[in-house]
């Protein structure tokens, strides 16, 4: 346990909330509010990844790439367009969203007027009520909330180090464009990030060294997805991994498992994200350094007055995860009476076009569990809102039901608003509604969401 460094001083208030990501703002906000001295330490800028590197401006730039890609499909569907990509106007919208070029002092104005006081500085945990940021110990009487998110996991690749690679920061600020990028990763950020170049032109080349892209999706998702990329020029090599990287004036020489070799002008390094609970100092708190997360219980407490909200605990990097948590942990520190958190319907999106959205269990997960599994899978371009709509069209609803408790356990549904029409899923998973019920509703037409009628009809 670190200990308190030699002649600091001390401060006592109720709360110290250490991390203001979307989670740790919301609960030090709320907290303010409702009349607790609050203490929120954050080392970067308020409000976290989410609104300056992560959710808001990614999506600003993938609802550039497909109105570029719904433009193109003019002339499949009404005749002709002349469609030129421009950077420009993106980059602008960005640094405007980023609130003048990432600058969070509105987001520091908002929380300090809420009554609460911003330290900034790295805190370390220096006892289980008490962290140390600069020369200051800050003990909480009240409790401790820790919400200091995740950072970009860069791998151990022979020569990445000291190379002006990408991660998701740098690709999010860029003011022009390369003519060429290899990206590290198939996972959410990097398939996302690889279509939304190669729509404005950039030559792409994916490297996945799991067996698929999208691993955490349905196999069926990974298959239409390397498709759909495919059409966008973007080219996927899985089952291969890094094992050199060298730069040179000329940008990035990838050195590949097999032998081969890519060239690209710019190398973005999109292999997920890790939490530093070593850093953190969570020793102080009784949890396991070396832990890959934080393990909190249905009230996200990790030990008596201490909480933790977002990445750290492990149920899911999403902004609506520490959100959701954050409202469990307000409620639990203040005595309000609310549900324990659950995750069975945790829902996701991956905002590849056609859009992924999933909630609840994989059918290999509900196989792992033991659950006796009912599968049913529809095309997207079956509906007839999907043969409507025509070019970008790809996609599937796929519904998996617990068969012994006639119940959906977990859904996904891949195409156009993909995300929106797996909401009616998660509230049904979430509800516990009988399969047979979601097969006799009454489903609008023509919709997408129709599709779900015909899934659970199938099971």
């Not at 330290?119 to 008490?130: K, N, Q």
């Not at 070799?261 to 973005?268: K, N, R, Y």
């Not at 102080?284 to 996200?300: I, K, N, T, Y």
């Not at 790809?394 to 909401?423: N, Q, S, W, Y």
Request: aromatic share 4%; net charge negative.
């Amino acid at each position: 346990m670190a200990e308190v460094s030699e002649g600091a001083s001390q401060m006592t208030i109720d709360v110290v909330v250490v991390g203001l990501g979307p989670g740790g703002e919301d609960v030090a906000g709320r907290l303010a509010e409702s009349g607790l001295s609050v203490v929120g330490i954050e080392r970067n800028l308020v409000g976290g990844e989410c609104p300056y590197w992560g959710c808001v401006p990614s999506k600003m730039m993938i609802r550039a790439a497909n109105a570029l890609a719904e433009a193109r499909r003019v002339r499949l569907l009404a005749g002709d367009a002349d469609v030129r990509a421009d950077w420009a106007p993106v980059a602008r919208r960005i640094r405007a969203e980023a609130t003048d070029s990432w600058d969070d002092t509105v987001a520091a104005q908002r929380f300090e007027g809420k009554g609460g006081t911003l330290v900034r500085g790295s805190a370390r945990l220096v006892g289980p009520d008490a962290v140390q940021v600069g020369d200051v110990v800050y003990r909480a009487t009240r409790a401790l909330v820790l919400a200091t998110g995740s950072t970009p996991a860069v791998p151990p690749i022979e020569g990445l180090a000291g190379t002006p690679f990408w991660t998701n920061h740098e690709a999010i600020e860029l003011e022009t464009l390369p003519a060429s990028v290899v990206v590290l990763g198939g996972g959410a950020v990097g398939v996302e990030l690889s279509q939304v170049l190669a729509r404005f032109g950039v030559r792409v080349v994916v490297v996945e060294a799991g067996s698929r892209v999208l691993a955490a999706e349905e196999p069926e998702v990974s298959e239409i997805a390397v498709g759909v990329l495919a059409r966008d020029g973007v080219e996927v090599r899985t089952g291969v991994a890094a094992s050199r990287v060298e730069h040179g004036p000329d940008g990035f020489a990838v050195t590949l498992a097999d032998g081969s070799v890519l060239a690209a002008e710019a190398l973005l390094v999109a292999t997920g994200r890790r939490v530093d609970l070593r850093g953190l100092g969570v020793a102080a708190v009784g949890a396991d350094e070396s832990d890959r997360s934080l393990p909190v219980d249905e009230r996200c407490r990790v030990s008596p007055g201490v909480w933790a909200v977002g990445d750290l605990t492990g149920a899911g990097a999403f902004t609506h995860v520490a959100m959701y948590q954050a409202d469990v942990v307000v409620k639990d520190v203040l005595g309000t009476p609310r549900s324990p958190a659950r995750y069975a319907a945790l829902p996701r999106v991956t905002f590849l076009d056609p859009e992924i959205g999933s909630v609840g269990l994989t059918e290999h997960q509900a196989r792992e569990a033991g659950l006796t599994v009912s599968v049913a899978s529809v095309p997207m371009a079956s509906s007839s809102r999907g043969w409507i709509h025509g070019p970008g069209n790809e996609g599937l609803i796929k519904v998996v039901a617990d068969a012994e408790r006639g119940v959906l356990v977990g859904a996904t549904v891949m195409g156009p608003c993909g995300g929106e029409v797996m909401a009616s899923l998660a509230v049904a998973i979430a509800a516990e509604v009988p399969v047979g019920d979601l097969a006799e509703m009454i489903w609008a037409y023509p919709t997408f969401a129709r599709g779900i009628a015909d899934a659970v009809k199938a099971l």
